[in-house]
């Protein structure tokens, strides 16, 4: 991924800058096989030398009811997926996490742009989000359940909170570093402050905000499921407590394959958006 | 083109301090200064002594801290928008091509009655500073001798009478140097817009200006305001060789020397 300008280490709190092989195709030696098929190989013998040594372990070195094994999980997951209550599950899931990223990415961001464009509304503000954000966030999940319920309200304000928080810092912090010579050449020009902000900070903050969605992804779904296994009537993560009440590790599994499954779909999808609007860059 | 002369920009006991931390630094004291109408004004003077802050106090990008500035018989109190200003770096938005970066003050001023209009005027400036084929490239993909030539396109695209250009062609090599100061010579000379220049080059100032002022070291005042006396139209890769040249030259160096030898040694 291109390189983001990290300002003050707070500002980017927490963000995981994920790893992008280069897709170039053109090998750099002539000998031997393409760089990219020794990658591509490697990374398939490399799941296979997991699963297998996880398969060996069943039994043999680790009890079944803890680890179960991968063939145990294929073929439980398999089972699960013609039953109409696993898709109960994911659809509910799915609805809470969209609607708590969603309404996090919104709220980070109008209150980033608030503050950011506001000295005085900032100096007011920010040491109360700075103390809030140092509460670890999910030891305030259980005062949403007791407030909202076990219905979905609970865990989309879980996950909104926690992407809002995150998603406000990486656009204050883009804000603040804003390139000052840019916005004057366009006060020069006679430009307005709406025009500044669509001309000159909201591309420029594409970077900052870009970088938030990405980290939000996963974000979200931990706040999803960390409100399912509290208390919830439905969901992957109500599926997943409930198969560890009963020592049953394949379903526990085959719930752990779903949700990575959907945060590498949600990930695709946020990639693409990336892809779309940071094209000035390559 | 109307040959009236006047005073485009005044400077009347002008005082502008910076402060850093706690120190206060006085960058420019007691500046008295006049600029024409018309006219291609170099300003030259060793580094730190305030040239390029007198161009932010014109483009009122900046307050002064006594003393007023006057634009055209009006003094200056908010962001001067009458004029085009070209800064040292490019300052090219990344994010939009060399079309889209011409045509930004074209549609925050509305110049041209429609979309078509503004597009065939800027794909003219992107002719005429010679970038043809270039339009839907972004600005990282430019030379920084490109990035100048489009910076100075999105300036004069929408014909400010006034210029303010701030060492435009400092970082480039000799070379790209002479070819720009060319262009804009020949631009100059097509349309005699009033151009303040500011450079710590005296050769170039020579080159380019019709009139001379040369500024003492910080806190920056006016030393003397000289004329150059060489016929236009002027050619940056000859100009040099003319005796002329060599005597304006040695009477500059002569004045500026004192200002350099002095900075340099009060820096330690």
Known sequence: MKVVAKPAGEVFHGEAVQERTVPSGAARASRGPPERTVLIVGRILLVVAILALWQFADERLVPDFVISSPLNVAARLAQDLQRPTIWHDIATTCEEWIMGYALGAVVGIVLGFLLGLNRMVRGIFEPVLSAVNAIPKVALAPLFLIAMGLGPASKVAIAAMMVALLMFYNTLGGILVAPRPLIDVLRVMGARRGTIVRKVLLPFLSTYIIAGLKSSVPLAIVGVIVGEFIGADAGIGFYIRQATSLFDSAGLFSGVVILIVLTLLGNGLVQLLELRLLRWQR | ?268
């Open chain 2, 1 to 268: 083109m109307s040959e009236t002369r006047g005073v485009a920009v005044g400077f009347y006991g002008v005082k502008k301090i910076f402060t850093k931390g706690r120190n206060l630094l006085t960058v420019l004291d007691k500046l008295t200064l006049q600029t024409e109408e018309n006219e291609l004004t170099c300003i030259v003077g060793p580094s730190g002594c305030g040239k390029s802050t007198l161009l932010n106090l014109v483009a009122g990008l900046s307050p002064v801290d006594a003393g007023r500035v006057e634009f055209r018989g009006r003094p200056v109190t908010a962001v001067n928008t009458e004029i085009g200003y070209i800064t040292q770096d490019s300052n090219l938005l990344p994010w939009f091509t060399v079309l889209e970066n011409i045509l930004l003050p074209l549609d925050i001023r509305n110049v041209g009655k429609t979309s078509a209009q503004r597009r065939s005027l800027a794909l003219e400036w992107i002719a005429q500073v010679g970038l043809d084929g270039f339009e839907h490239h972004y600005p990282h993909q430019l030379s920084g001798g490109m990035q100048k030539r489009v910076s100075i396109a999105r300036t004069l695209v929408y014909d400010p009478d006034v210029i303010l250009m701030d060492e435009p062609f400092g970082p480039l090599d000799a070379i790209t140097k002479m070819v720009l100061q060319n262009l804009l010579l020949r631009l100059w000379q097509e349309r005699q817009k009033t151009i303040i220049y500011v450079t710590h080059d005296i050769a170039e100032a020579i080159t380019l200006g019709d009139r001379v002022v040369i500024m003492t070291k910080r806190p920056g005042t006016v030393k003397a305001v000289l004329p150059v006396r060489m016929a236009r139209p002027r050619d940056a890769f000859s100009l040099s060789e003319t005796p002329e040249y060599a005597a304006i030259h040695r009477q500059f160096w002569e004045l500026m020397r004192s200002e350099v030898i002095e900075a340099d040694e009060s820096r330690g």
